[in-house]
């Protein structure tokens, strides 16, 4: 079996806090990734959302990760990548 095939669409919903210096607010976020592992879903979201809003771990709440059925998906990025069929 290839290590393609064992690669799985995880969501991500949780909770983040954003302007934590002047106005803290608590904003929803819904993320699809790709990962072998839920653990490896967990760090890739934590990792996103860090580097684009300037967040710490601590800002991030996560409340539910689970497996996505692909007719769940509507992240055209994700699309993509699982309909690729091979890489050059």
């Known amino acids: 079996m290839s290590e393609a095939a064992k690669v799985k669409v995880f969501v991500?919903?949780?909770?983040?806090?954003?302007?934590?210096?002047k106005f803290p607010e608590w904003h929803k976020f819904k993320v699809f990734?790709?990962?072998?592992?839920?653990k490896d879903a967990l760090e890739k979201v934590?990792?996103?959302?860090?580097s684009r809003h300037k967040l710490k771990r601590y800002?991030?709440?996560?409340?539910?990760?689970?497996?996505?059925?692909l007719d769940e998906v509507t992240d055209a990025h994700i699309l993509s990548i699982l309909g690729a069929t091979r890489v050059k």
């Open 12 to 21: 991500v919903e949780g909770r983040m806090l954003l302007s934590h210096d």
């Open 33 to 38: 990734v790709t990962a072998l592992k839920e």
């Open 59 to 69: 800002h991030i709440k996560v409340q539910n990760v689970r497996e996505a059925s």
């Open 46 to 50: 934590y990792s996103d959302l860090g």
